[in-house]
Nanobody
């Protein structure tokens, strides 16, 4: 069973940057597709980005395209989300997930506990 732990969240001003990390343990994730989701208060969980097992494919929700970059380092068993030009509407709890490449949360079977990202205006 794989365990996922997110880190790197925090409070940042609009226009700033953060890099989220998702460290995996218990199993090597190099053969798994990975994703980032977020959930703002009072809203449903939303797909943010996904990356295929070998890093060859990636996908982003339109609202973050050109600002966020998903990546992974198999040697460190870690996935990242570089977030630039942050906006107040990016404020949410960000979750990493491990499973099958796609935008539907049900395609992912393992989840981290989440890390809070707050963007002030």
């Amino acid at each position: 069973q794989v365990q996922l732990v997110e880190s790197g969240g925090g409070l940042v001003q609009a226009g700033g940057s953060l890099r989220l990390s998702c460290a995996a343990s218990g199993r090597n994730i190099r053969t798994y597709d990975m994703g980032w989701f977020r959930q703002a208060p009072g809203k449903e969980r939303e797909f943010v980005a996904a990356i295929s097992w070998n890093g060859g494919n990636s996908d982003y929700v339109d609202s973050v395209k050109g600002r966020f970059t998903i990546s992974r380092d198999s040697t460190k068993n870690t996935m990242y989300l570089q977030m630039n030009s942050l906006k107040p509407e990016d404020t949410a709890v960000y979750y990493c997930a491990c499973g099958t490449y796609g935008r539907d949360w049900s395609q992912y079977g393992a989840w981290g506990q989440g890390t809070q990202v707050t963007v002030s205006s």
